[in-house]
């Protein structure tokens, strides 16, 4: 596939040291009773107040399957872990978003072919049409 052939995957990102401390401190307020861990419904109460939405059964159910379980529940640095990986894939989300929205140039949230090409032409004007026609093909035929 074309974006995995570019290297367009997340990239690895590292909290600033305010933000490092923001979670430690969500992690704190988030793990009643000072357990150490943070449990199902801690976990949820922390994303709630680091992202802005109560994450589904399904992502918590993943997030806690992924726990050593020999623990009762996530521990700090697992934690900041789970956190780091949201917040490069929240990135990552934005960057594609914002990149889509450059080439829509028509606000029609699609692009066509021709959307495809003119943003092409203004990026990497020597680049063939028939690898545009290549790349769009296998973006779309996804």
Known sequence: ?????????????EASPSEHRQWV????????????????????VAVVMLFGYKPCKIEVDSVMSSINPNTSGILLEGF??????????QLYRNEIRHIFTAFDVHYRGFLTLEDFKKAFKQVAPKLPERTILEVFRDIFSS
């Open 25 to 44: 401190e969500v992690f704190k307020a988030c793990d009643e009773d000072n357990k150490g861990y943070l449990s199902r419904e801690d976990f949820k």
């Open 1 to 13: 596939m074309f974006f995995s052939e570019a290297g367009a995957r997340p990239r690895t990102w």
């Open 80 to 89: 900041l872990n789970i956190v780091r990986k949201k917040k490069e894939a």
